[in-house]
């Protein structure tokens, strides 16, 4: 019978993985399970609930630094770092809109198995730019820690980056310490009206290649934009272009009007502040614009900026797409009509480099499809290797990124 | 130190070795004892030893061969970079080849519409930057070798810089690599995209000190220069009150491009060596630098002012030009030779404390400095914890090189026990090797090996470094837990 092991403490999640390796029967990570519908579907008969191992263990505002519970809930980490004026830089998504869930589930576990960055990820780092450390339950039934609670470390591999961004498949984490940042005194973002097309990402490019330190830069297609809950960008009629600037008043006022000026020759120029500012970096974070209708798979492509248009027009070529860019055109976030095989989706990303992850489609789909991109030859064994070091018995999330890891 | 045991069989076909490596790579093997004299050490030069034999291969296509070669042949091979390593990272071995990446010394492509640069990873660190500064870009890791030490060197040791603590390490700028594999391979991960896809593979080979690949092609993200730059040179009293100001400039919510400290010792030393206008009498020094907009920069550094003076500032200067920015930072950037002058030797320390640690393990210094009657100066990455102790010394001494690693050794230790780390940015190497069971147990380092096993089963590349004890991986990989062993959990279930 199907049982959820819900431990309490790190002593328990080693008796549960100890128990699954002795009965070769894998388990399934789940943290509030916000993401279970992200990555290929798990046949997983037993689930490790690591919802309890919850609760700031360390939070030292002055050292930049937090330590918490896998089981956190990532909204009590932000209401936390609040207080402090201070964030998580990386900005994690929250997959609440796309999945057709309540927002603030998801728990600070599943944010660093993820790999989960927003907008900020081309100034900041990805979230796994900032893991220092972690405690773990291997798939081999053995306690493992790596890492420190110090930005500065190069003692022994960096195991941190490999448990960020493994779905669960290597080890199950029992506490992460990060690096966290001062908040923005002040945040404006600057928009521009009409370009579209390679014409957007010039513009991007210019912003990013101006020592205006942009924190983010996104751009929505006239489609995607009349969907925007702020009236500036769904009232534009068209294309819209944005481009965040943060820092203390001053500088941020002087950077924006800067560029306001840069980027004039690329259309006509609003800017948002405060609330609306917000809003629209949160929906693009969460490519919450491209929810409905709730029947088109969504995918996620990680590309390099220069190349984003073409990508872009080849999958609009191939059939009915609403998509829009983040990370100055490197990130584009595709809805595709459930007639896209993966295989139409990543020859569109071609021969220059980058990769499409599916992170929404039906169970049937994503379990026929590969939804990470595919490794093949001595990348790919190399991998399961890797999986294999962790976890050779594969008890934990076996499949859920590839078949066979 | 002890070395692994050299492979008597191995030594003894030496010539052999020598004759498929020049089939290779015709041009590039290096046999005779006295051209082989300037590989023997890297920047930690108390260790040395000749290599076998030395390789510079000039493609990707000879490493690969080099390495499916010795791979198949059980020959160790060391990679090395500059050689600057201060860890002895690069430190040959006798049955060992050494494969030099000297001559993968061209940038291969400069991309400003996706704001990378593809090199070869011999290129050096600075070169980088020469590479693209007309354009106003820069690579932001600077470390202090940065003239001499190369980008692969960088990324297998996960290297820092000053500006480190607002623009991040290695690990934090690298896009993309090739890598070669002991058996041949050759692996490309990530490039001019985000994120490299799959495990973070990427992640990994930073900062694993030549024993999981030998990396052949780099791809860095480079930055535009801020368009200015001031710095704030700050006196106090004691190290104490200049840690204070530390925490307080940055909970104020200020990340300096830079913030670094150095002590007493370390100033005089400078000001010995070249009177860069340092208050003498001052017990700690604080370099704060701001970057950004000059309104940015104005604004900032008056708040950094205040909060200096408010934590007992006796001396304050902000820089007025470039010339007297770049005067600030001279003593800091000659720190390293300052002392060297005053010294016939000195070892230098890398741990890294939570920055609240800092008096604690200050006092505790000159305390076994005493004990051990060794004069100790600090310079100190102050913004991240970062602390480069140098322990002065005379190797002539008979038994001083012995006590100075001693003392190296407890200042290391106690960094761990404060909640700190062993290396900050100089990498394990064989220095640290025999402390690396200070910050982890047995299940740990098992497991890291595990994962050096994935890439290299036989144990080749750069064997030695990194762990105290070396296992054979089929014991690493053999599974405690048995079928049917384990008891049903007795834990809340649903
Ligand atoms: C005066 C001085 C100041 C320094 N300041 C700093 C500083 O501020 N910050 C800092 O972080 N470090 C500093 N260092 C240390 C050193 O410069 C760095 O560790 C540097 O990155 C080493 O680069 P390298 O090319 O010299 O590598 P090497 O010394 O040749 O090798 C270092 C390690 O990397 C491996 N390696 C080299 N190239 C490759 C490759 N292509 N593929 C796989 N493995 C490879 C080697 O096997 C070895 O383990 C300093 C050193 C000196 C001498």
Redesign the interface.
């Known amino acids: 019978m199907a049982?959820?092991?819900?431990?309490?403490t790190e002593a328990?999640v080693l008796?549960?993985v100890?128990?699954a390796?002795?009965?070769?029967s894998p388990l399934e990570l789940v943290g509030t399970g916000t993401k279970r519908a992200l990555g290929r579907p798990m046949q997983a008969e037993n689930t490790l609930?690591l919802s309890?191992l919850a609760g700031i263990s360390l939070y030292?505002?002055?050292?930049?630094i937090l330590g918490a519970g896998p089981g956190t809930p990532l909204a009590e980490i932000e209401v936390a770092l609040a207080a402090e004026?201070q964030m998580l830089p990386f900005e994690p998504m929250d997959f609440g809109p796309l999945f057709g869930h309540a927002v603030g589930l998801g728990t600070i576990g599943g944010v660093f198995s993820c790999?989960l960055?927003g907008p900020r990820?081309?100034k900041a780092?990805?979230a796994?730019?900032h893991l220092l450390g972690f405690r773990s339950v291997?798939g081999?039934?053995?306690?493992?820690?790596?890492g420190?609670?110090?930005?500065?470390?190069?003692?022994?591999?960096?195991?941190?980056?490999?448990v960020?961004?493994?779905h669960g498949t290597?080890a199950a984490l029992t506490e992460v310490t990060f690096k966290v940042?001062?908040?923005p005194?002040k945040t404006r973002t600057v928009l521009v009206f009409g370009a579209t097309g390679e014409t957007a990402i010039e513009a991007m490019?210019a912003a990013?290649?101006?020592?205006?330190?942009v924190a983010s830069t996104a751009h929505l297609p006239a489609e995607v934009a009349a969907r925007s809950a702020v009236g500036y960008v769904s009232g534009a009629g068209g294309a819209v272009t944005a481009v965040r600037v943060e820092?203390?008043?001053?500088?941020v006022?002087?950077?924006c009007s800067?560029l306001r000026d840069a980027l004039a020759k690329f259309g006509a120029i609003e800017e948002l502040h405060g609330h609306n500012s917000a809003t629209f970096w949160r929906e693009v974070r969460d490519a919450s614009l491209l929810a409905e209708p709730r029947d088109r798979h969504i995918w996620r492509l990680?590309?390099?900026?220069?190349e984003s248009w073409r990508i872009a027009e080849r999958l609009h070529a191939a059939g009915e797409v609403m998509h829009f860019h983040d990370?100055a055109g490197?990130?584009i976030w595709a809805a595709v009509a459930p007639t896209f095989t993966a295989e139409t989706v990543r020859a569109a990303v071609g021969p220059?480099?980058?990769?499409a992850?599916l992170v929404r489609a039906p169970a049937d789909i994503r379990a026929a499809a590969q939804v990470?991109?595919p490794?093949s030859?001595?990348?790919g064994s190399?991998?399961a290797?890797?999986?294999?070091?962790?976890d050779?018995?594969r008890v934990l999330n076996p499949g859920r990124?590839?078949p066979g890891v | 130190m002890r070395m692994p045991e050299p492979d008597r069989d191995v030594m003894a076909q030496r010539a052999a070795i020598i004759e498929n490596l020049r089939a290779i790579a015709p041009n590039g093997v290096i046999a005779e004892d006295d051209e082989m004299r300037v590989y023997e050490s890297d920047g930690l030069s108390a260790y040395r030893t000749l290599p076998m034999v030395v390789v510079l291969p000039e493609t990707t296509a000879q490493v690969a061969a080099i390495l499916k070669y010795c791979g198949e042949a059980g020959i160790k091979v060391v990679p090395r970079g500059a050689g600057t390593s201060l860890s002895g990272g690069a430190l040959p071995l006798a049955d060992g080849v050494l494969l030099g990446l000297g001559k993968f010394n061209r940038v291969l492509d400069i991309?400003?519409?996706?704001?990378t640069v593809t090199a070869q990873p011999g290129v050096t660190n600075l070169a980088i930057t020469h590479a693209v500064q007309d354009q106003?870009f820069y690579y932001a890791p600077d470390p202090s070798s940065q003239i001499a030490c190369s980008i692969g060197g960088n990324i297998a040791?996960?290297s820092?810089g000053v500006h480190?603590l607002k623009y991040?390490?290695t690990?934090?700028n690298v896009l993309?690599i090739e890598f070669v594999?002991i058996d041949g391979?050759?692996?490309?991960?990530g490039?001019?995209?985000?994120?490299?896809?799959?495990?973070?593979?990427?992640?990994?080979l930073?900062?694993?000190e030549g024993l999981l690949g030998v990396i052949t092609e780099v791809t860095v993200r480079i930055l535009?220069?801020?368009?200015t730059a001031r710095a704030v040179l700050v006196g106090f009293e004691k190290s104490e009150q200049a840690g204070t100001c530390v925490?307080?400039v940055?909970?104020a919510?200020?990340?300096p491009g830079g913030m670094e400290m150095m002590d007493n010792p370390a100033i005089n030393a400078a000001e010995d060596f070249i009177n860069c206008g340092y208050p003498r009498d001052a017990g700690a020094l604080l370099i704060v630098e701001l970057d950004?907009?000059?309104?940015?920069v104005d604004?900032?550094i008056e708040r950094v002012r205040e909060i200096a003076e408010a934590n007992g500032a006796t001396s304050l200067r902000v820089s007025q030009n470039e010339a007297e920015r770049d005067a600030f930072w001279a003593g800091r950037k000659a720190a390293f030779p300052a002392v060297g002058r005053i010294s016939p030797d000195y070892y230098c320390m890398d741990g890294?404390?939570?920055?609240?640690k800092l008096p604690e393990i200050l006092s505790r210094m000159s305390e076994w400095s005493e004990e051990y009657g060794l004069k100790v100066a600090n310079v100190f990455?102050a913004g991240?914890?970062?602390l480069h102790p140098l322990i002065l010394y005379d190797a002539n001494k008979p038994g001083e090189l012995e006590k100075t690693e001693e003392f190296g050794s407890r200042i290391l230790l106690a960094c761990v026990e404060l909640?700190?780390?062993?290396?900050?940015?100089?990498?394990?190497g064989v220095e640290?090797r025999d402390l690396?069971g200070a910050?982890?147990n047995e299940?740990?380092?098992?497991?890291?090996q595990?994962?050096?096993?994935?890439?290299d089963p036989d144990g080749l590349l750069n064997p030695g470094k990194?762990f105290p004890e070396l296992h054979r991986c089929a014991e690493l990989?053999r599974?405690?837990?048995?079928?049917?062993?384990?008891?049903?959990?007795?834990?809340?279930?649903?």
């Open positions: 049982t959820t092991f819900k431990p309490e328990q008796d549960a100890r128990w390796v002795s009965e070769a609930d309890a030292e505002p002055e050292e930049l004026n790999n960055s990820r081309i780092g990805a796994r730019d291997t081999r039934g053995d306690v493992v820690k790596s420190g609670r110090v930005v500065k470390n190069v003692t022994g591999y960096d195991l941190s980056k490999l960020c961004g493994a290597l940042l001062p908040a005194e490019s990013m290649n101006s020592p205006h330190e820092g203390v008043g001053p500088s006022e002087h950077r800067a990680s590309v390099a900026p220069s990370w490197g990130l220059n480099g980058g990769h992850t990470f991109e490794q030859g001595p990348l190399l991998s290797r890797v999986k294999a070091s962790f050779p018995e990124m590839y | 991309d400003y519409d996706n704001r106003g040791e996960n820092g480190s991040g390490l690990t934090n993309g594999t391979e050759v692996i490309r991960i490039g001019k995209h985000l994120d490299a896809e799959g495990y973070d593979l990427l992640g990994l930073t900062g694993s535009q220069k801020p368009s925490a307080a940055i909970g919510g200020i990340i950004g907009p000059q309104v940015e604004y900032l890294t404390i939570p920055r609240a990455h991240d914890g970062n909640g700190g780390v062993l290396t900050g940015e100089h990498g394990v640290k690396m910050m982890f299940e740990d380092l098992n497991q890291q595990r994962v050096k096993c994935a890439f990194v990989g599974m405690h837990i048995h079928k049917g062993q384990m008891p049903f959990p007795d834990i809340p279930r649903f």
